[in-house]
């Protein structure tokens, strides 16, 4: 049974950093894209980053480039999100969900919170 | 970046009612379109892939249609568990955007 599982999301002040964990499991890890989309409370779906499967290539979107890096380890079924500059605008579940090859995310985790509040 | 188009943003539909949500994508792209369903608290739900493959397990009373720039999702018989809230989503090309949400509710 394929199962991503986050982990890692808590209250944070403005400025400061946190990184997600996403452990994939019933799958091949090393063989599929993996993202990570956040939802803001209340609010839709949003688009955050992606990893190609060795790790080479990442994409961001623009409201978190240059802030957030995505990052996998292969060995230990293990998506990453490193989250610095953290603003109030971050706050939102962060979901990590896997991608095939039409592109789908055909799984996704259950989510994890991160608020950013002084 | 696409931009994604969905309406309505709500509507409300009885039970047994054919409901359609649309999608509209501002340049073309192809068939790399999905739709998911997600209920309150949970993780979102693929529900049509490539804008017309049925994700194995989903009922048969969901369907979707469209390419290029269009698309649609039917529910051919709305049930009490499809009260929900749906995004289209286009994976063309990055940033993967969704589309607003559409949420069902209970008329």
């Known amino acids: 049974e394929v199962q991503l599982v986050e982990s890692g999301g808590d209250l944070v002040q403005p400025g400061g950093s946190l990184r997600l964990s996403c452990a994939a499991s019933?799958?091949?890890?090393?063989?599929?894209?993996m993202h990570w989309v956040r939802q803001a409370p209340g609010k839709g779906l949003v688009w955050v980053s992606r990893?190609?499967?060795?790790?080479?290539?990442?994409t961001y979107a623009d409201s978190v480039m240059g802030r957030f890096t995505i990052s996998r380890d292969n060995a230990k079924n293990t998506l990453y999100l490193q989250m610095d500059s953290l603003r109030a605008e971050d706050t939102a579940v962060y979901y990590c969900a896997r991608s095939g090859a039409t592109r789908d995310f055909d799984y996704w985790g259950q989510g994890t919170l991160v608020t950013v509040s002084s | 970046d696409i931009q994604m188009t969905q309406s309505p943003s709500s509507l409300s539909a009885s039970v047994g009612d054919r409901v359609t949500i649309t999608c509209r994508a501002s340049?073309?792209?192809?068939?790399?379109f999905s739709w998911y369903q997600q209920k309150p608290g949970k993780a979102p739900k693929l529900l049509i892939y490539?804008?017309?493959s049925l994700q194995g397990g989903v009922p048969s009373r969901f369907s979707g249609s469209g390419s290029g720039t269009d698309f649609t999702l039917t529910i051919s018989s709305l049930q009490p568990e499809d009260f929900a809230t749906y995004y289209c989503q286009q994976t063309h090309s990055t940033p993967f955007t969704f589309g607003g949400g559409t949420n069902v509710e209970i008329k």
């Open positions: 490539a804008a017309s």
């Open positions: 019933g799958f091949t890890f090393s063989s599929y894209w």
């Open positions: 340049q073309s792209i192809s068939s790399y």
């Open positions: 990893i190609e499967t060795d790790g080479s290539a990442t």
